[in-house]
């Protein structure tokens, strides 16, 4: 019977799985997108998900100290990159942050703040493909919802689940294979 994981332990398992996340999904940015400052920018967006989904998951919270310098890099690499975009780039994050705004006006306990945010920096990083993006990541949801609700009962209906995560998935599908 194996002893549970020191603090150490789980530290150094974590900056592991990290690594390894990090070394895999630059290697599948540069083989989507060669070796181009796209590949880089791509590689900065999916690392950017993954820390901001982990943390989601155990602290149920979108950090602004992440999200907001994330948006701001992105978006001014983006416009280096690829001018003629700049609007694109810029009316995306805005419309998929306002698209995941106005559920938390119509009911405040169904999002945070920090999804919203969220939305901005995927829409600085995808332009127009942040659509499917969203779309993918709210279906990707659903299993697990509903999933939680049949385990649950009733009662688990007003039970939250990180969004992050699935919003990260989205985005990464389809920057990775998307046009």
């Not at 919203?116 to 659903?142: H, I, N, R, T």
Request: contains cysteine; glycine residues 8%.
């Amino acid at each position: 019977m194996s002893s549970p994981a020191t603090p150490a332990e789980h530290v150094v398992g974590r900056s592991a799985g990290l690594a390894a996340a990090a070394c895999l999904l630059s290697a599948l940015a540069v083989a989507r997108f060669g070796a181009e400052p796209r590949a880089l920018v791509a590689t900065f967006v999916l690392l950017t998900l993954v820390v901001v989904s982990i943390v989601d998951v155990e602290r149920r919270i979108v950090p602004n100290r992440i999200v907001l310098p994330a948006t701001a890099i992105v978006l001014a690499a983006q416009t280096a990159l690829f001018p003629e975009r700049a609007a694109e780039w810029t009316l995306a994050a805005l419309g998929a942050a306002l698209v995941l705004f106005l559920p938390l006006v119509v009911y405040p306990a169904a999002m945070g703040m920090g999804d919203v945010k969220l939305a901005l920096f995927l829409g600085a990083a995808l332009g127009k493909a942040v659509v499917p993006a969203l779309a993918l990541g709210a279906l990707s949801a659903v299993p697990v919802a509903l999933f939680v609700v049949a385990r649950g009962g009733v009662r688990a209906r007003k039970s939250a689940i990180p969004f992050a995560p699935f919003l990260a998935f989205g985005a990464a599908v389809v920057l990775l294979v998307g046009d």
